[in-house]
């Protein structure tokens, strides 16, 4: 059995997913918090197994050094649990050392699945609604995707990273091909949709 360490400042949510984890007998919630503070102090009173962290959370530790904790401790896995997908933002959390990125309006069944997934030591654990190839975007692709969204032209995204027209050219292919998408138009609505903007 999981031992589950739940933590949302929505109380309405706790009840919720409380209920939902409760079937099936494979998950025990062993403690509940509503600030970074406390899911910290009470993760490492409780060594939970896993801990279902929404994303945005008052308190003083931020988000990504909260999972930075979590994870450090025995066994300590983090399964992030967002209100909205931003694809931009995902691996920033996986590299922080999330295990996975699931959505508050998953199907219940796709929530106690994703746990259960981590629990046996899977990474990247991901919604659906995610784009597919989100976790194979290195740092310097996720930086491009951001700069190309910017205001102005998009051979102007070279100049502002530093690079030649060539380079910046090179990654943009890459990119398109990588992603799937037809042009460096579709790419920069791609990048827009899914969060890559400052």
């Given at each position: 059995m999981?031992?589950?360490?739940?933590?949302?400042?929505?109380?309405?949510?706790r009840i919720?997913?409380r209920?939902?984890?409760a079937?099936?007998g494979?998950?025990?919630i062993?403690g509940?918090?509503?600030?970074s503070d406390d899911a910290?102090?009470?993760a490492?009173?409780?060594?939970?197994?896993?801990?279902?962290?929404?994303?945005?959370l008052?308190?003083f530790i931020?988000?990504?050094?909260?999972?930075?904790?979590l994870?450090s401790?025995r066994n300590g896995?983090v399964?992030?649990?967002?209100s909205?997908?931003?694809a931009a933002?995902?691996q920033?959390l996986?590299?922080?050392?999330?295990?996975?990125y699931?959505?508050?309006?998953?199907?219940p069944a796709?929530?106690r699945?994703?746990?259960v997934?981590?629990?046996k030591?899977?990474?990247?654990?991901?919604?659906p609604?995610?784009?597919?190839h989100?976790t194979?975007?290195?740092q310097d692709?996720?930086?491009i995707?951001?700069?190309?969204?910017m205001?102005?032209?998009?051979n102007k995204?070279?100049?502002?990273?530093g690079?030649?027209?060539?380079?910046?050219?090179e990654?943009?292919?890459s990119?398109v091909?990588?992603?799937e998408?037809?042009d460096?138009?579709?790419?920069v609505?791609?990048?827009?949709?899914?969060?890559?903007q400052v």
């Amino acid at each position: 059995m999981t031992r589950l360490l739940l933590v949302d400042d929505h109380e309405p949510t706790r009840i919720k997913v409380r209920e939902e984890l409760a079937q099936g007998g494979l998950i025990k919630i062993v403690g509940e918090a509503a600030t970074s503070d406390d899911a910290w102090k009470q993760a490492k009173e409780l060594l939970p197994d896993m801990v279902l962290l929404d994303l945005h959370l008052p308190g003083f530790i931020q988000t990504h050094d909260l999972i930075r904790r979590l994870v450090s401790l025995r066994n300590g896995k983090v399964l992030v649990f967002a209100s909205q997908s931003k694809a931009a933002e995902v691996q920033d959390l996986l590299d922080c050392g999330a295990s996975g990125y699931v959505m508050k309006d998953d199907p219940p069944a796709l929530l106690r699945m994703a746990i259960v997934m981590v629990q046996k030591g899977s990474r990247n654990v991901l919604t659906p609604n995610l784009p597919r190839h989100i976790t194979h975007l290195s740092q310097d692709e996720r930086h491009i995707l951001t700069y190309i969204t910017m205001r102005g032209k998009l051979n102007k995204a070279a100049q502002r990273m530093g690079l030649t027209d060539e380079e910046f050219n090179e990654h943009i292919e890459s990119l398109v091909e990588k992603l799937e998408l037809e042009d460096a138009d579709k790419l920069v609505k791609w990048a827009k949709k899914h969060g890559f903007q400052v």
